[in-house]
């Protein structure tokens, strides 16, 4: 797979939506537009395909403000996985997810991820002022961004997007883990695809980092950030029939769980009603796979309730997506401290050390 670059962007491509750039670019491509500022900002969209906000973001803000006036600061754009987004799909069934193949994760030796490298040392050489990536998800998640290193530096960057900032170290492969060691970088999830203050917010945001001087490495105060870790992954039992509101399966879950995410819940909250199944209906797991569903929830009341304070997200009413992948993510909140500082080896509090084995995000 070769990786095309450009300095300029092809006649008539900001008129396209994200189904129809693989006709024009034929697979992933990197365009660097110049603006007065030299250092570029990376920005990279539609690594997974059916995740358009980022390339409809981009579209109309060089559309918008830049047909005819420089910009403030040079812009490198890497577009993914066209194919996938013609399909509307996040990726091809005979694809590797892209966002897991950036160099230190387990897929450097594919046909992507040797061209991620490619882009990788690409970057390298443009030392731009930030690396982002622009992401969708499915349920109702606020806008959130999400960090690898905890360092004064990314958390501001993150902030400007968002006060809640995730911090993640798994799964590896992704951009913004792997560009971490490069520049600041964030993922940014910009809630459901094609959902219009999505875009509005990302362009505010692009907009916003193409004007700055430069990211401040003064450290934050604990006021102006909420920084969550993913600390597990919750599934429903395999052998639990469920459904949503007063229904006769083993469990009823609430309607409109998802207005629960990014709530920071007390313990005793319940979930839904347990009618009957396994005796465990929820099952989460930490990074390693260790069963610690006892540690948030309880279910010997008839009820699934929480037994501590816990951040759910990624809560979806899809039961497909419920079914493959999880019902949701578990988060703590990160108690930091001003004094976290500036190394090269991310010290991190004892805390999160504590906890350093997150769930997997669908990043
Ligand atoms: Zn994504």
Redesign the pocket.
């Known amino acids: 797979m070769k990786l095309t670059e450009l300095d300029h962007l092809p006649d008539g491509l900001l008129e396209l939506p994200a189904t129809e750039l693989h006709n024009v670019l034929g697979g992933p491509t990197l365009i660097h537009l110049q603006g007065q500022n030299p250092q570029p900002l990376f920005v990279t969209v539609i690594?997974?395909g059916n995740?358009t906000t980022g390339w409809d973001a981009v579209r109309r803000l060089l559309k918008s403000h830049y047909e005819f006036d420089q910009l403030p600061r040079s812009l490198s754009i890497l577009i993914g996985n066209t194919e996938a987004a013609k399909h509307r799909l996040r990726r091809l069934d005979d694809q590797l997810d892209y966002?897991r193949c950036w160099p230190g994760g387990n897929f450097e030796d594919s046909d992507i991820g040797k061209m991620f490298q490619q882009v990788t040392d690409r970057v390298r050489s443009l030392s731009p002022i930030a690396a982002l990536d622009f992401?969708?998800n499915t349920g109702l998640n606020p806008h959130y961004a999400a960090i690898n290193r905890i360092r004064p530096e990314f958390l501001r960057l993150a902030s400007r997007f968002s006060s809640k900032v995730v911090y993640f170290t798994m799964p590896v492969g992704t951009q913004s883990l792997s560009l971490s060691k490069l520049c600041p970088s964030s993922t940014l999830e910009c809630g459901q695809a094609g959902e219009i203050h999505g875009t509005d917010h990302s362009m505010g945001f692009l907009e916003t980092c193409l004007h700055l001087d430069n990211i401040p490495t003064t450290p934050m105060g604990a006021e102006d950030v909420h920084l969550f870790h993913m600390v597990a992954t919750v599934r429903v039992n395999k052998d639990a029939l469920f459904g949503f509101g007063h229904v006769p399966a083993d469990i009823a879950f609430r309607e409109n769980l998802d207005v629960l995410n990014f709530q920071e819940l007390p313990d005793g909250i319940s979930l839904g009603d347990i009618n009957g199944g396994p005796a465990q209906p929820l099952v989460a797991t930490d990074i390693n796979g260790v069963d610690v569903t006892g540690k948030y929830f309880r279910f010997d009341r008839g009820q699934i309730e929480t037994v501590r304070e816990i951040m759910p997200s990624m809560l979806t009413p899809d039961r497909r997506v419920i079914q493959q992948d999880c019902l949701c993510y578990l988060m703590d909140r990160v108690h930091f401290e001003d004094h976290i500082e500036v190394t090269d080896h991310d010290p991190l509090p004892e805390s999160i050390r504590r906890t350093d084995r997150p769930g997997e995000p669908s990043?």
């Open positions: 690594q997974h995740e966002n992401h969708n990043l």
